[in-house]
């Protein structure tokens, strides 16, 4: 692994910043007020939040974590409940984001789940013999692992020419991933060659992290993109990986965003989902299962089959 300059001007990586402890009125000298806890009124309004916003349905059984991942905010901001915060949501879009990356899990790694990547190699691009450039799409990218991970992959095949977006509904995720900065224990899953070719150790000030080299950083979109909505216009691609994200959707909300999803999807390619996942009952007339949580789109010509089941 290369050795990163240092520079004051870069950031370490984390998740969102710990905010500044906040004393209101009356409260207690350590800096810390206490609230009343979440009510099942309050812990509903949160849920139709997120359903309406991201498609992810949050349990009853989740109200004692929204209490405590909205805790620290709900204090920074002075508010005297959780019912005040619901009402700044209502009139700032910027706290709405925020409180979307604190209730929404940001999971995954570097090579999670390698067999994927191994498909991708020694499948899509030894057989991609087309004259337009190779196109995937990370539809879930997170804090960036997963696209970065992809395009090593795509940086060490002989491919002339390829694309890759990378989006996720989260703005903090997708700044993370855009700066290409992670905690040096993050990289233990990167092959040793990715590792020495791609990665910055840093030193000084940045010691304990690494930076992905800019070369590979500017090789990918990284794009702000809600799948519970309506989508951008982003073209059509080869591969499309949409890994470890339909588990938190209910079955409605999942029909539509694989619905969504597959009108992005060129005859040929491939959707990949996690291994726990699986497109059963989803446009079955359009795709087949080639593996487990592998689908693949048939060329027009070849003989439809119904996608077997997992």
Same mark, same amino acid.
């Given at each position: 692994?290369?050795?990163?300059?240092?520079?004051?001007?870069?950031?370490?990586?984390?998740?969102?910043?710990?905010?500044?402890?906040?004393?209101?009125?009356?409260?207690?000298?350590?800096?810390?007020?206490?609230?009343?806890?979440?009510?099942?009124?309050?812990?509903?309004?949160?849920?139709?939040?997120?359903?309406?916003?991201?498609?992810?349905?949050?349990?009853?059984?989740?109200?004692?974590?929204?209490?405590?991942?909205?805790?620290?905010?709900?204090?920074?901001?002075?508010?005297?409940?959780?019912?005040?915060?619901?009402?700044?949501?209502?009139?700032?879009?910027?706290?709405?984001?925020?409180?979307?990356?604190?209730?929404?899990?940001?999971?995954?790694?570097?090579?999670?789940?390698?067999?994927?990547?191994?498909?991708?190699?020694?499948?899509?691009?030894?057989?991609?013999?087309?004259?337009?450039?190779?196109?995937?799409?990370?539809?879930?990218?997170?804090?960036?692992?997963?696209?970065?991970?992809?395009?090593?992959?795509?940086?060490?095949?002989?491919?002339?020419?390829?694309?890759?977006?990378?989006?996720? *509904?989260? $703005?903090?995720?997708? /700044? !993370?991933?855009?700066? #290409?900065? &992670?905690? =040096?224990?993050?990289?233990? @899953?990167?092959?040793?060659?990715?590792?020495?070719?791609?990665?910055?150790?840093?030193?000084?000030?940045?010691?304990?992290?690494?930076?992905?080299?800019?070369?590979?950083?500017?090789?990918?979109?990284?794009?702000?993109?809600?799948?519970?909505?309506?989508?951008?216009?982003?073209?059509?691609?080869?591969?499309?990986?949409?890994?470890?994200?339909?588990?938190?959707?209910?079955?409605?909300?999942?029909?539509? *965003?694989? $619905?969504?999803?597959? /009108? !992005?999807?060129?005859? #040929?390619? &491939?959707? =990949?989902?996690?291994?726990? @996942?699986?497109?059963?009952?989803?446009?079955?007339?359009?795709?087949?299962?080639?593996?487990?949580?592998?689908?693949?789109?048939?060329?027009?010509?070849?003989?439809?089959?119904?996608?077997?089941?997992?």
């Amino acid at each position: 692994m290369a050795t990163i300059v240092k520079s004051a001007g870069t950031a370490s990586p984390s998740a969102l910043p710990t905010p500044a402890r906040c004393a209101a009125p009356g409260s207690p000298g350590d800096g810390l007020f206490r609230l009343p806890p979440l009510t099942d009124a309050e812990f509903e309004r949160f849920q139709t939040l997120i359903l309406h916003i991201a498609g992810v349905h949050l349990t009853h059984g989740k109200k004692v974590m929204v209490a405590s991942r909205l805790l620290k905010r709900v204090r920074t901001l002075g508010l005297p409940s959780y019912g005040q915060y619901l009402e700044r949501l209502q009139s700032s879009e910027d706290e709405v984001d925020i409180a979307l990356d604190l209730l929404t899990t940001h999971e995954t790694s570097f090579f999670r789940e390698p067999k994927h990547f191994f498909f991708l190699r020694d499948r899509v691009l030894a057989r991609h013999h087309s004259a337009t450039p190779l196109r995937i799409w990370s539809a879930a990218c997170s804090t960036g692992e997963e696209p970065y991970s992809i395009a090593m992959v795509l940086d060490e095949s002989p491919l002339p020419a390829w694309e890759l977006i990378a989006s996720d *509904v989260s $703005a903090h995720a997708i /700044r !993370h991933a855009v700066r #290409g900065h &992670y905690a =040096l224990e993050r990289g233990a @899953e990167i092959p040793a060659r990715y590792l020495k070719r791609h990665c910055r150790r840093g030193i000084g000030e940045q010691e304990g992290t690494f930076l992905i080299g800019r070369e590979l950083r500017e090789r990918i979109n990284f794009r702000r993109i809600n799948l519970n909505a309506q989508l951008p216009e982003i073209g059509t691609f080869d591969v499309i990986f949409l890994r470890n994200t339909l588990i938190y959707f209910q079955d409605e909300t999942k029909r539509r *965003v694989v $619905a969504r999803i597959l /009108r !992005h999807l060129r005859p #040929g390619g &491939y959707i =990949l989902v996690g291994h726990s @996942e699986h497109l059963h009952g989803h446009d079955q007339d359009l795709l087949r299962m080639e593996r487990p949580s592998i689908y693949h789109r048939p060329l027009d010509e070849e003989p439809r089959r119904p996608a077997r089941h997992l």
